[in-house]
């Protein structure tokens, strides 16, 4: 017989061999399925390290409901606090400019003591350097003083050959009027009283040309009339100057002060006596001081004639006025340590008006 072979086809809608053994023995199955969880559990003690990474595999769902409220509310809390910052920054910036009189254009001021001598001369002496400091009385600069003490000689001489001359017409004329008209005629009498008049006067004028030529020769040493420092000083030894030229040029130490040039839609609110707080442009600190004086005019330009005498009148634009600056004078009260004041600096000038 020829050889037969078998094929089994497997049937998809067979049920597997162990949910048929199941079927015939449902206590069995029962009693695997108790067993099952025991057997995790073993599973679970012996290996440590699964049960710690389980936990972080919790789905996101399983989460706690306060941790995603928190997270939910956080972006809002987050976004209110900025807005309470910015808001309190704004309401400070806005009241820093616009609740206080301020303006950037502020100037260091200070008066300059310009040195002339009032005579003439070669300078023989310059014991001074630019930028120095000089105290009120310090010897800026002596000037050749030959030809000066020459002239008080002479005038010393003057004077003293004028006091013997008056003496001498004095006495003259004493004994003339001592004398009766028999001895000397009157018209004799007056002549030398005339004369010892005139010889008082002489002697007087001979004083006044020796006051004069003292007074020269002290004029010969300029110094200084206040504190303060020698600046842009060209003047060097052996220069020749000239009686009224400007040789020396002196910023008084002790008046220091600062314009701020307000526009006058401002100076309703600042008043004499304001403090004022002024940040100069190379410095981070703040200079103290307070409203000394408000100008009282500043220059017109419609009220200057032309050529002609007639009126100079500048056109406007009917919508657009330009506020003009009105200058006020702080008073510098306190100048912190390390600001060295340097007349021309400029700086940003805030008013704090009083209540």
Known sequence: MPDTKTIEVEDPHALPASAIEADRNPAAAELEAREEPRARESEARASPQATAIEPAATPPHLKSAPEQRRRRALPFIV???????????????????????????????????????????????????????????DLLMVIDQTNYKIAVSL??????????????????????????????????QQTFQTNALSSQA??????????????????????????????????????YVNVGSNVVSLVDADSFWIDGYFEETSIARIREGDHASIKLMGYPQTVRGHVGSIAR?????????????????????????????IPVRIHIDEVPEGVVLAAGMTGTVQIDPRR
Request: no cysteine; aromatic share 6%; hydrophobic share 45%.
């Open 79 to 137: 976004t209110a606090i900025a807005v309470a910052v910015a808001g309190v920054l704004g309401t400070a910036m806005w009241n820093a400019y616009m609740g206080a009189p301020w303006t950037r254009d502020g100037t260091v001021r200070a008066y300059v003591v310009t040195m002339a001598p009032e005579v003439a001369g070669r300078i023989v002496e310059l014991p001074v350097a630019d930028n120095q400091f000089v105290h009120k009385g």
């Open 155 to 188: 005038a010393e001489a003057a004077a003293q050959q004028a006091l013997v001359n008056a003496q001498n017409t004095g006495k003259q004329s004493w004994r003339r009027q001592q004398l009766s008209t028999l001895a000397v005629t009157v018209e004799e």
């Open 202 to 239: 002489q002697y007087q004028q001979a004083q006044a040309n020796l006051a004069q030529g003292r007074v020269n020769l002290e004029r010969t040493e300029i110094r200084s009339p206040v504190n303060g420092w020698v600046t842009n000083l060209l003047t060097q030894r052996g220069d």
């Open 297 to 325: 005019g500043i220059n017109v330009a419609n009220a200057q004639p032309n050529g002609q005498g007639l009126a100079n009148v500048n056109p406007i634009f009917t919508w657009v006025r330009l506020a003009q600056r």
